[in-house]
């Protein structure tokens, strides 16, 4: 076993042969935090890595013998499965206390539905352990145990819900209960965990066939199922994004900017396109933003210990999954307000969670340099992807107002490859234009932590360049920015959060 220690912790579960390996590995196991965009994970103190609960309950399938009768295989096989139930249950329970009412909590809550379609791991933990109960109970070597799912009727109760109305399905699903969430009984917490699994999933279904005979009916009646301000109509809105998520292994799958056309094109009603596109794309456009460690430096380059230096937290727009492959600049794609209000959306809920996560760091004692103060932005274009300014523009009201946004970078764009001989008038594809001037000093005069701003303005007219460098010049001394905020960011967000 020593030498699976050496491996990060996913390696290590994979690796095990044998219930006593991964037995060995469950008992260390403890909750881990809640990441930015919610989903829990689980560590090990002094291992690398977290593992997802999923990835424990598929080796135990893997590794369980059913065949073996020995009572001490089948108790550690017990043992097993009560503490994989137990850490699912203090994770459920917790979420009250680490994240409130968030909204990265209710995604917690959602995404963990979505983690478990087509993976049902309390019915394959509740296969074993009745396999493991009649094995003891052979053996006499232990008292009889009634088997889990027996104790809660789970399979009668949800084998209805395909035959239920989509209300009907809307009213058995739990969120943000504070009942559930406060319960110390894991079996009603397991219980309710396993129902709003399996009622989103009926749910999805029906969404996914009435959507391809662009028949809005169940959605319509989802959304009039819930009151306004409800978390069920984030979970709405995310069980839609569900039926248009492509399988991140086909190679051949469509950019967002092409499934975005086919979902603006359905017949919505109004007030319900309103409400949910944002939060649809917000949960697609999640899937083409990477997240990585940022570092910004203060001018003088000195080492992260010292001066105003910082970790960040970077996010990377992967532009050939937003557009596609290829040279748009001939044929723009117009992006619409919808996915603009998403990408807004994604941003703050990003910050937020940030900001959460600053501020438990700092509550449990740790180093405020090795905390990441902030977030940068990044959207530009790759050798594949080629585009003009005009698919970015849509996006430029969007970035106001994006809570500690420290570094924005959207300087790389229009520029052409210069072998492209059928290219006419390159020059003019390049840079921010003069209608793009007053967005663009919006997101700096709202955005007052924002210390680097890479932006290409050769596209204005020289006069409209001359206002824009002088308006943007009067902005930084009002708010400070090029001596005062460097010295003081930091105790400025260290006051903000605590």
């Given at each position: 076993?020593?030498a699976l220690m050496t491996l990060p912790l996913k390696d290590q579960i994979n690796a095990c042969k044998n219930i006593h390996q991964l037995n060995e590995i469950v008992n260390k196991l403890q909750v881990n935090d809640i990441k930015t965009r919610g989903g829990r994970r689980f560590s090990v103190p002094g291992e690398k890595g977290t593992v997802a609960?999923?990835?424990?309950?598929?080796?135990?399938?893997?590794?369980?013998?059913?065949?073996?009768?020995?009572?001490?295989?089948?108790?550690?096989?017990?043992?097993?499965?009560?503490?994989?139930?137990?850490?699912?249950?203090?994770?459920?329970?917790?979420?009250?206390?680490?994240?409130?009412?968030?909204?990265?909590?209710?995604?917690?809550?959602?995404?963990?539905?979505?983690?478990?379609?087509?993976?049902?791991?309390?019915?394959?933990?509740?296969?074993?352990?009745?396999?493991?109960?009649?094995?003891?109970?052979?053996?006499?070597?232990?008292?009889?145990?009634?088997?889990?799912?027996?104790?809660?009727?789970?399979?009668?109760?949800?084998?209805?819900?395909?035959?239920?109305?989509?209300?009907?399905?809307?009213?058995?699903?739990?969120?943000?209960?504070?009942?559930?969430?406060?319960?110390?009984?894991?079996?009603?917490?397991?219980?309710?965990?396993?129902?709003?699994?399996?009622?989103?999933?009926?749910?999805?279904?029906?969404?996914?066939?009435?959507?391809?005979?662009?028949?809005?009916?169940?959605?319509?009646?989802?959304?009039?199922?819930?009151?306004?301000?409800?978390?069920?109509?984030?979970?709405?809105?995310?069980?839609?994004?569900?039926?248009?998520?492509?399988?991140?292994?086909?190679?051949?799958?469509?950019?967002?900017?092409?499934?975005?056309?086919?979902?603006?094109?359905?017949?919505?009603?109004?007030?319900?396109?309103?409400?949910?596109?944002?939060?649809?794309?917000?949960?697609?456009?999640?899937?083409?933003?990477?997240?990585?460690?940022?570092?910004?430096?203060?001018?003088?380059?000195?080492?992260?210990?010292?001066?105003?230096?910082?970790?960040?937290?970077?996010?990377?727009?992967?532009?050939?999954?937003?557009?596609?492959?290829?040279?748009?600049?001939?044929?723009?794609?117009?992006?619409?307000?919808?996915?603009?209000?998403?990408?807004?959306?994604?941003?703050?809920?990003?910050?937020?969670?940030?900001?959460?996560?600053?501020?438990?760091?700092?509550?449990?004692?740790?180093?405020?340099?090795?905390?990441?103060?902030?977030?940068?932005?990044?959207?530009?274009?790759?050798?594949?992807?080629?585009?003009?300014?005009?698919?970015?523009?849509?996006?430029?009201?969007?970035?106001?107002?994006?809570?500690?946004?420290?570094?924005?970078?959207?300087?790389?764009?229009?520029?052409?490859?210069?072998?492209?001989?059928?290219?006419?008038?390159?020059?003019?594809?390049?840079?921010?234009?003069?209608?793009?001037?007053?967005?663009?000093?919006?997101?700096?005069?709202?955005?007052?932590?924002?210390?680097?701003?890479?932006?290409?303005?050769?596209?204005?007219?020289?006069?409209?360049?001359?206002?824009?460098?002088?308006?943007?010049?009067?902005?930084?001394?009002?708010?400070?920015?090029?001596?005062?905020?460097?010295?003081?960011?930091?105790?400025?967000?260290?006051?903000?959060?605590?």
């Amino acid at each position: 076993m020593r030498a699976l220690m050496t491996l990060p912790l996913k390696d290590q579960i994979n690796a095990c042969k044998n219930i006593h390996q991964l037995n060995e590995i469950v008992n260390k196991l403890q909750v881990n935090d809640i990441k930015t965009r919610g989903g829990r994970r689980f560590s090990v103190p002094g291992e690398k890595g977290t593992v997802a609960l999923n990835d424990i309950v598929k080796k135990i399938g893997e590794v369980f013998d059913a065949k073996e009768t020995l009572p001490e295989y089948n108790e550690v096989t017990r043992k097993t499965i009560e503490k994989i139930r137990e850490i699912n249950a203090i994770s459920n329970l917790n979420l009250k206390d680490k994240l409130p009412l968030s909204f990265p909590r209710i995604l917690t809550a959602i995404r963990s539905f979505f983690g478990n379609l087509g993976f049902n791991r309390n019915k394959v933990l509740d296969n074993i352990s009745k396999t493991v109960e009649e094995h003891l109970k052979k053996n006499k070597e232990t008292s009889p145990k009634k088997p889990f799912a027996t104790e809660i009727e789970l399979n009668e109760e949800t084998k209805p819900l395909d035959k239920l109305s989509v209300k009907q399905i809307i009213d058995t699903i739990k969120i943000d209960d504070k009942k559930l969430l406060t319960d110390t009984d894991t079996a009603l917490v397991n219980r309710q965990t396993q129902l709003n699994i399996s009622a989103v999933d009926v749910l999805k279904t029906k969404f996914s066939d009435a959507l391809k005979k662009n028949d809005m009916g169940p959605i319509e009646e989802a959304f009039r199922a819930v009151n306004k301000g409800d978390h069920k109509i984030d979970l709405i809105a995310l069980t839609i994004a569900q039926c248009f998520r492509p399988d991140p292994y086909d190679r051949n799958r469509k950019p967002l900017a092409v499934t975005a056309e086919l979902i603006e094109k359905l017949p919505w009603n109004p007030e319900i396109k309103e409400a949910l596109l944002p939060t649809i794309y917000s949960e697609l456009l999640s899937d083409v933003v990477s997240i990585q460690k940022g570092y910004y430096a203060a001018p003088g380059g000195e080492a992260i210990d010292q001066g105003n230096n910082f970790h960040t937290y970077s996010y990377v727009v992967d532009t050939r999954k937003l557009f596609g492959r290829g040279d748009h600049t001939q044929s723009p794609i117009i992006v619409s307000e919808y996915m603009g209000k998403g990408f807004a959306q994604l941003m703050k809920s990003q910050s937020e969670a940030i900001v959460h996560n600053l501020v438990e760091g700092l509550k449990n004692g740790k180093d405020p340099k090795s905390l990441e103060f902030g977030l940068e932005i990044s959207i530009g274009q790759f050798v594949e992807c080629r585009f003009p300014t005009s698919m970015i523009s849509p996006f430029l009201p969007y970035l106001q107002n994006i809570p500690g946004l420290i570094k924005l970078e959207i300087s790389d764009v229009g520029v052409r490859n210069p072998w492209d001989k059928k290219v006419q008038n390159a020059s003019s594809l390049s840079g921010y234009g003069d209608n793009d001037a007053k967005d663009l000093l919006s997101i700096i005069k709202t955005n007052p932590h924002l210390l680097e701003f890479q932006v290409d303005i050769g596209n204005m007219t020289p006069q409209k360049a001359k206002e824009f460098f002088t308006e943007w010049g009067e902005i930084l001394q009002d708010q400070g920015h090029y001596a005062q905020a460097q010295l003081e960011l930091k105790n400025q967000l260290l006051q903000e959060v605590t």
